[in-house]
């Protein structure tokens, strides 16, 4: 131990393992209130509330579904759609918050548009994405960028201009110029926000493709579930439902485990 | 000798939009020797760390200019460390990663770096927790990373800007203990801010008092006692009447005016 006993020592690895115990109580609680609410369902569904199909129907249209590649080919098709727009939306933004955040001039030149933009939703573009675009996969695409750029831009700008100033003067007074400043100071500060900008992007950027598949598509699991209204195909909707709120929470699950590698520096209260 | 540190009818005047609001800083001068320890002290609004960020390089003088070693002040450099109240620690850096930010800038091989990183954390007592995030650190060892952080660039100037202000009692004074140890060894010029009137008192050659409204110099009281500071100073007669005299100094300038 050090010769200087400060009075508040480093925190205790004790306190981690105290609370370590909870997840897995979490889990069964979790786990618990599935198999009830799935209980639950079936009852309604046996009782004979309107048109909802039973678990097991659904589970049957699933494994059906999986079995003809349908499935499978559905989820590839959106997943690959929100990647494509997603990833060139977080491109896109992250710089150009920067710029954003570092310069007044890109500032005043860029924000009256992010915002503007900001207060239209990502869906309300589709018709005229679809206008001008055609229904191939450029339209789609365009309309995840906007909403994972959008999200991202203003959440990466927030993190630049909220960069503690102190960091920047203990920096500088090291002998950092503002190249240096912006690589090792800014950069790393502003990771945390644009973290949570990249995770609501994320969330937007699957609600935009679902609903942008719903209009206009030939593949996806919004398309797959249009299908199912066209033919009362109840099952599939459910299947289809479920497959995207599974994926949504995968990929929110990654963008979090990503967040804790990046930011786990972070000081939390 | 010609001072180490010499403020010249230093101003600091804070604008809101083109018309001044408010003098931080009224023409200080005031003049630090090669090695000595300075505390400045004063009620909040005096000034003094405005005139030690201006020092710092930090922040421009409305007028007047600060000399180092007779060259104006235009900017930070390295060879004015800068220790805040807030340690500002880069947090996603480890202990000796902190320590070594200064001396990469410098373009210092990986190996020399290291080795002196290592060498000042072992100085400051944080051996153990080198490859420790700041996180998990408490206060006073941030503070000592700090510390170690600006000693590694190999400052000739030593700012410190109230920098056990948020530590308790007992860490307060070890820290002070220390940085009087390191100080009498390598007789770094330090200029240390803080409202702690017996800080002021036990780390001093001068204390500088400072007084608010418009922030400005009001005295300058020696500290005529001998180094190594020991507990039995800190209990002495002579170190009570000298406290004595700065608290006055500081908490009622004008009584002491009309005296």
């Known amino acids: 131990m050090s010769a200087v006993g400060d009075a508040a020592g480093p925190a205790s690895p004790a306190a981690d393992k105290a609370r370590g115990w909870r997840p897995n109580r979490m889990l069964v609680l979790n786990v618990v209130a599935m198999l009830l609410g799935i209980g639950i369902w079936e009852l309604v569904t046996a009782v004979g509330v309107v048109g909802l199909p039973t678990p097991v129907a659904v589970f049957d249209q699933a494994v059906a579904s999986i079995e003809s590649g349908l499935l499978i080919s559905d989820a590839a098709a959106s997943l690959a759609r929100v990647l494509a727009g997603f990833v060139l939306g977080v491109a896109v933004a992250i710089p150009v918050g920067f710029l954003m955040g570092w310069y007044p001039t890109a500032r005043g030149l860029i924000e009256p548009y992010v915002q503007f933009f900001r207060t239209i939703p990502p869906l309300a573009i589709i018709p005229l994405a679809i206008v001008t675009m055609g229904i191939g996969e450029v339209p789609k695409i365009f309309v995840i960028f906007l909403a994972a750029f959008l999200t991202s831009v203003v959440a990466t700008f927030q993190g630049v201009i909220s960069v503690d100033r102190t960091l920047i003067n203990a920096a500088r007074v090291l002998g950092a110029g503002d190249a240096t400043i912006f690589r090792r100071v800014v950069i790393p500060a502003s990771t945390p926000f644009i973290m949570v900008g990249v995770r609501i992007g994320l969330g937007s950027s699957w609600a935009t493709v679902v609903a942008a598949e719903l209009i206009a598509a030939q593949s996806g699991l919004g398309f797959r579930m249009q299908q199912g209204q066209l033919y009362y195909d109840l099952p599939t909707i459910f299947v289809s439902l479920i497959t995207i709120g599974i994926l949504g929470l995968v990929m929110d699950r990654i963008v979090i485990a990503a967040d804790r590698r990046l930011t786990a520096w972070q000081e939390k209260a | ?259």
């Open chain 2, 1 to 259: 000798m010609s001072p180490k540190i010499s403020f010249k009818d230093v101003s600091r005047v804070f604008e809101v939009s083109g018309r001044p609001v408010f003098t931080a800083l009224d023409r200080l001068s005031l003049d630090i020797d090669d090695g000595e320890f300075i505390t400045v002290v004063g009620p909040s609004g005096c000034g003094k760390s405005t005139a030690m960020n201006i020092a710092a390089g930090l922040l421009p003088p409305s007028s007047g200019r600060v000399l180092v070693d007779g060259v104006e002040v235009r900017g930070p450099g390295p060879e004015r460390g800068v220790i805040f109240q807030q340690y500002a620690l880069f947090p996603w850096l480890t202990v000796r990663e902190n320590v070594e930010f200064g001396l990469r800038l410098t373009g210092m091989p990986k190996a020399e770096r290291r080795k002196v990183a290592d060498h000042f954390i072992d100085l400051v007592n944080l051996g153990h927790f080198a490859d420790s995030l700041p996180k998990m650190l408490s206060g006073g060892m941030k503070q000592r990373c700090a510390i170690a952080r600006a000693y590694a660039v190999n400052p000739k100037i030593l700012l410190m800007d109230e920098p056990f202000g948020a530590l308790d009692a007992l860490t307060r004074v070890q820290l002070q203990d220390q940085l009087l140890q390191t100080w009498s060894r390598d007789r770094r010029t330090v200029m240390f801010i803080t409202h702690d009137v017996d800080e002021a008192v036990y780390l001093a050659n001068r204390v500088v008092v400072m007084a608010a409204r418009p922030g400005r110099l009001d005295r300058i009281i020696p500290v005529d006692l001998p180094y190594p500071r020991t507990e039995e100073i800190r209990l002495s007669p002579e170190f009570a009447a000298l406290r004595n005299e700065v608290w006055r100094a500081v908490y009622h300038p004008r009584l002491q005016q009309s005296a």
